[in-house]
């Protein structure tokens, strides 16, 4: 039986879809529940039910074989995993958003959930910036002043117009992925595979529809 780690949130609900396009089938509760580790009622498959960030985690360590995360996450995370498929779910993207008229060529403070994609955007300007660390609700640093701007994840941008800011710059496109430990990817090649090939055949059947 294979592991797989899935992030509880907002990208649960479209990744147990895809799991199904692919013929798996995750169970109903996995979306309301309290468990942790639920059976898929069909296939030799088991769920880990993570917090997102912690999903790269149970890959690199192998408690799970597989995990399915947000690039956004998965970056950030520098875990060491292979990453097998984009899934094509979860489109968001990164990006450098503030006041209108701000010039991101003279910010020294920047907030974020994402301090790699921050650092490695304002190195390409030349800029050493101080990374305001916060865990949620971003967008709150510049409107109060304790940052010049925000590096984060925009997907319908009503977060950003509800709180007066503006994207500035798009700094990367955002998926879900399916990663794998890389000791479970040589040793259990064939399980693993099974599960590649299966979703990769839906995401041909699903491009091919629309
Ligand atoms: C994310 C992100 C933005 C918001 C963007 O936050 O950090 O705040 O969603 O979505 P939108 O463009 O559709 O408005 P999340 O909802 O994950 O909560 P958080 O602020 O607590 O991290």
């Known amino acids: 039986m294979l592991t797989v780690a899935l992030a509880k949130g907002r990208?649960?609900?479209?990744?147990?879809?895809?799991?199904?396009?692919?013929?798996?089938?995750?169970?109903?509760?996995?979306l309301d529940t309290r468990k942790l580790v639920l059976e898929d009622k069909k296939h030799p498959l088991r769920y880990l039910l993570a917090k997102p960030s912690d999903v790269p985690v149970y890959v690199e360590h192998g408690a799970a074989d597989l995990g399915v995360v947000?690039?956004?996450?998965?970056?950030?995370?520098?875990a060491?995993?292979?990453?097998?498929?984009?899934?094509?779910?979860?489109r968001c993207r990164i990006v450098v958003a503030g006041p209108s008229g701000l010039d991101v060529?003279?910010?020294?403070?920047?907030?974020t959930k994402y301090?790699?994609?921050?650092?490695?955007?304002?190195?390409?300007?030349?800029?050493?910036?101080?990374?305001?660390?916060?865990?949620?609700?971003?967008?709150?640093?510049?409107?109060?002043?304790l940052s010049d701007c925000i590096v984060d994840l925009v997907e319908t941008g009503r977060t950003l117009k509800e709180n007066g800011l503006i994207?500035?710059?798009?700094?990367?496109?955002?998926?879900?992925?399916?990663?794998?430990?890389?000791?479970?990817?040589?040793?259990?090649?064939?399980?693993?595979?099974?599960?590649?090939?299966?979703?990769?055949?839906?995401?041909?059947?699903?491009?091919?529809?629309?």
């Open 70 to 78: 947000g690039k956004d996450v998965l970056y950030e995370s520098q």
């Open 80 to 90: 060491d995993v292979h990453e097998l498929i984009d899934l094509q779910d979860g």
């Open 115 to 145: 301090p790699r994609y921050a650092q490695a955007y304002f190195r390409t300007l030349g800029r050493q910036i101080e990374i305001i660390p916060l865990s949620g609700s971003v967008e709150l640093a510049p409107i109060i002043g």
């Open 11 to 30: 990208i649960l609900e479209d990744t147990m879809q895809r799991l199904r396009s692919a013929g798996f089938s995750p169970p109903e509760e996995l």
């Open 167 to 210: 994207e500035l710059v798009s700094l990367s496109a955002i998926s879900t992925r399916l990663i794998a430990n890389r000791r479970s990817y040589q040793v259990r090649g064939s399980e693993v595979d099974h599960v590649v090939s299966r979703i990769r055949d839906s995401l041909c059947e699903g491009s091919v529809a629309q």
């Open 105 to 111: 060529k003279r910010v020294t403070r920047v907030a």
